[in-house]
């Protein structure tokens, strides 16, 4: 990612998406683009599927939410039975 900052790329508007963070120029939110990647769909077949988005995009997504796991000191783990 070299010197790519995820705020050149991601942005929250409260009339966008509810002000949920979006990848700038899209609908596409940041929770979405992770769901995908973490039930296995390619860094290719997002590109292929949603022509909007790039892999900076994507990679600007990872960045943020490393950031915000980072900040969030406070979140519970639950065992699972």
Request: aromatic fraction near 6%; charged fraction near 25%; include cysteine.
């Amino acid at each position: 990612m070299s010197n790519m900052r995820w705020e050149d790329f991601i942005t929250a508007d409260p009339e966008v998406m509810t002000g949920k963070p979006v990848v700038k120029g899209t609908r596409l939110t940041v929770d979405f683009v992770l769901d995908l990647m973490a039930g296995g769909t390619s860094e290719a077949e997002i590109l292929r599927n949603y022509p909007r988005l790039t892999t900076d995009a994507i990679h600007a997504c990872l960045a943020y939410a490393s950031e915000a796991v980072q900040l969030a000191r406070d979140v519970p783990i639950r065992a699972h039975a």
